[in-house]
């Protein structure tokens, strides 16, 4: 990735103009940049729950773009922070501190809506709720859930949860005696989990930054807007090509909510399908500002993998539902559309995170020299944990989410499968964010679906089955989550001199802001006017989703699925000949990445997308070489500020006028 390789902390940062002569201050993170991370991780925390369920507006913190963190820090930067740079500099935010919110504000962006909170509610609680003498949940599923894991009092049609889906009745309070003791069950082991994944990306990130030199296009508006480079000025923002990208992105996003509110405007035609196979196959062409923003600042060999590798999944799609290849295997909604490409993509996700491992070996031995004692501490010396505490953390971490996972019904000789799993899916996601900027991604599969084609209804039983139906509350629609918000806040982090182990306490307390405030408002608006009128797919439709599929495995009890593991195993041998073919062969144009997540639904939605940046960086880069490419770089980093700050604008429209239902941005 030559045109994109290096640091790029000062890519926006040649206006000598607006740098000022005052010697740099030192990067460090601050008590007052801890406490304003920690506002801005509760805003978050009441703020994007509020848009998706009270507005049913844009989503601002449902994937790894974070728009809400982006929105906020644009606003801090442009506004009163600027006002300080020209008029009490000493008093200004530096570099450091801004990144050190930022930071704070993306992690806590990975808990309040799909991350966390919108899941453990409903998915706890949703049995009970949607129970139908038809579906027979009370007698088949119901009785497997742990009493601990749901309020005191759970039943069919009782009324803790029936008010939580209905409303309370005129006068009553939310019970939140009831939710005591799930909360204290759900919520610590959910946060070990968090600790676990930050632990992970602490023994990683000197091998991905440092030794592979990642690309981090997240990373890249951020930096620009908290002047990385130079000397804390926001230099970007005198750029007349950055608000050229804003206004597109602003005034195509605007357009989208302009006929929302006036059905006489013409709709904006921002998505199309077209029909290649009736009944079989439809193209949708999809443009999304933010996402040609972060197509930008990858490889052009990797932006052509991941819409090369989708197509070709389509077409095999195709091919299949002509000639009748077909499995009937119910692996549920989640990731790859077809069984075998879910198995196969499954596979290809194990062969990314041991190759990656295998490649890391030199780096993981460093680490485990110094868990024993044999290396020095200028080995970690830069990072928010040392290897020893983020190692046995780590350990330990798993260890206690394997105790709990047990607990909770999966059998013991499964839980480390499942833990392995998840994991993998979950790194595996974080390597392709960091790598591809794919801000929107899923896996092609998920643990609990993989455990159960793998081992069989036999090994799990009906227990079994409901307790990895209550684990799609952290590893199902997994679109965001906190080891990818902490290897971005990490790479951000490479801008903070001294006292860079604060960071990790600042993660903490972003998470248990946004946990506790998106908690608590989450549930005070469901009991308030009834789950069923807040966001449709988390209140309404996820629940089925996740607990049909674990009626019909407790129904036909299938077996081990033999195919599955072939097919696993082609996977994987199909992405380790790749990434041998990329490495051997200089003229392979091939990433392996876009094979890992060619066949997920959200590719199908945005190839067109990548596509076009594809396109348009190609022509950049032939015709007006590397010079052009910088020079263009803050309309693409525009395009993405333009379409979250739009998104933001409109919902603060839509509070003041009443409108509800104004999306202008999904994906």
């Not at 922070?81 to 050190?100: H, V």
């Not at 036999?458 to 079994?464: I, K, N, P, Q, R």
Request: overall charge positive.
């Amino acid at each position: 990735m030559a045109e994109t390789a290096g640091n790029h902390h000062t890519d926006v940062a040649g206006e000598d103009s607006l740098k000022r002569s005052q010697p740099p201050r030192r990067g460090t993170v601050t008590g007052r940049a801890l406490l304003l991370g920690t506002l801005g991780a509760g805003a978050i925390g009441l703020l994007a729950p509020w848009a998706i369920h009270v507005l049913r507006g844009s989503f601002m913190a449902l994937d790894f773009s974070t728009p809400a963190a982006v929105v906020l820090l644009f606003v801090l930067v442009a506004g009163p922070n600027l006002l300080l740079l020209r008029f009490r500099r000493s008093l200004a935010l530096t570099t450091a501190e801004l990144i050190t919110i930022y930071a704070m504000m993306v992690v806590a962006s990975a808990i309040p809506t799909m991350g966390l909170t919108a899941q453990v509610i409903p998915l706890s609680t949703g049995p009970y709720y949607y129970a139908t003498a038809e579906n027979a949940w009370a007698q088949k599923i119901t009785p497997h859930i742990p009493p601990w894991l749901t309020p005191q009092g759970s039943a069919v049609e009782a009324p803790v949860i029936t008010d939580l889906y209905e409303g309370l009745p005129a006068g009553a309070q939310v019970p939140w005696g009831a939710w005591a003791r799930p909360l204290l069950a759900w919520l610590p082991m959910l946060l070990v989990v968090h600790f676990v994944m930050i632990c992970m990306m602490v023994l990683l990130r000197k091998q991905w930054v440092d030794n592979e030199r990642l690309a981090y296009p997240l990373t890249y508006l951020p930096l620009a807007l908290a002047g990385a480079g130079s000397n804390g000025w926001p230099v970007i923002l005198k750029r007349a090509t950055f608000w050229a990208g804003f206004a597109i992105a602003f005034l195509g996003g605007s357009w989208v909510g302009l006929h929302n509110y006036f059905p006489a405007v013409p709709p904006a035609k921002w998505a199309q399908s077209v029909t290649v196979i009736e009944g079989i196959w439809g193209l949708t062409f999809r443009v999304s500002f933010p996402m040609i923003g972060f197509f930008y600042l990858v490889s052009l060999e990797t932006s052509f993998s991941l819409w090369f590798f989708n197509l070709l999944a389509q077409v095999a799609r195709a091919i299949m539902g002509v000639v009748g290849i077909a499995s009937t295997e119910n692996l549920g909604i989640f990731g790859a559309r077809d069984p075998i490409l879910h198995y196969i993509g499954a596979g290809a996700f194990l062969g990314l995170v041991g190759s990656g491992l295998w490649v890391a070996r030199g780096h993981l031995a460093l680490i485990w020299r110094r868990v024993i004692g044999e290396a020095g501490s200028e080995v970690d010396e830069r990072e928010i944990l040392s290897y020893r505490v983020a190692f046995w953390g780590m350990v330990g971490g798993l260890g206690l989410v394997g105790w709990w996972l047990a607990a909770s019904g999966i059998p013991v000789l499964v839980v480390p499968l499942f833990l392995i799993l998840a994991f993998v899916f979950f790194l595996g996601l974080t390597r392709i964010v960091a790598e591809s900027g794919m801000a929107e991604a899923v896996a092609p599969a998920i643990a609990p679906t993989m455990v159960a084609g793998w081992v069989g209804w036999g090994a799990l039983g009906d227990g079994g089955m409901t307790a990895l139906g209550l684990t799609y509350v952290w590893t199902s629609d997994i679109r965001t989550f906190v080891m990818a918000s902490a290897a971005n806040s990490l790479k951000l982090a490479d801008v903070i001199d001294v006292k860079q182990r604060r960071l990790f306490w600042g993660f903490i307390l972003a998470i248990i802001a946004a946990l506790a405030v998106s908690m608590w408002s989450t549930m005070t608006w469901a009991y308030a006017q009834g789950g069923v009128t807040l966001n449709r797919w988390f209140f309404q439709q996820s629940v089925p989703c996740d607990y049909k599929w674990v009626q019909d495995w407790i129904a036909q009890q299938p077996g081990p699925s033999i195919a599955g593991l072939i097919y696993t195993a082609i996977g994987a041998g199909i992405y380790l000949v790749l990434t041998a073919l990329r490495f051997r062969s200089p003229a392979w144009p091939f990433h392996p990445i876009g094979y890992c997540i060619g066949s997920v639904w959200i590719m199908d939605q945005i190839w067109f997308t990548i596509f076009l940046t594809w396109l348009i960086k190609s022509a950049i880069l032939r015709y007006g070489g590397m010079v052009w490419y910088s020079n263009m770089r803050p309309v693409f980093l525009g395009l993405i500020c333009g379409q979250f700050t739009c998104n933001a604008v409109w919902l603060v429209l839509d509070w003041l006028t009443g409108h509800t239902g104004n999306q202008v941005f999904w994906i």
